[in-house]
């Protein structure tokens, strides 16, 4: 595992939990991370993690515009 040090300066009233839960809230908006690899970044469950994209405006469904067309488009196939 990587350990990486952070300097955040001390006006911004953040701890190092809430750090680590906002990286890795990135990380699984920006595809890097599955749910479940984002959820074991922070040492909690998938439905305590989920809790926090809320709070990062971060959508649970990590899909691309183009990956729900395609779904969509496949079901509409599927149903024809």
């Known amino acids: 595992m990587k350990t990486i040090t952070l300097s955040i300066p001390d006006f911004i009233d953040i701890d190092s ?15 890097k991370l599955s749910l ?3 959820a074991d ?10 809790d926090i994209l ?8 990590n899909y ?8 969509f488009e496949a079901i509409k196939d599927h149903n024809s």
Request: hydrophobic share 45%; charged share 25%; net charge negative.
């Open 17 to 31: 939990k809430e750090a680590l839960q906002a990286i890795a809230a990135h990380l699984y908006g920006a595809r």
């Open 36 to 38: 479940g690899q984002a």
């Open 41 to 50: 970044l922070v040492n909690l469950p998938k439905v305590e993690f989920m």
């Open 54 to 61: 809320t709070r990062f405006n971060i959508s649970v469904f």
């Open 64 to 71: 691309s515009h183009d990956e729900l067309d395609s779904d």
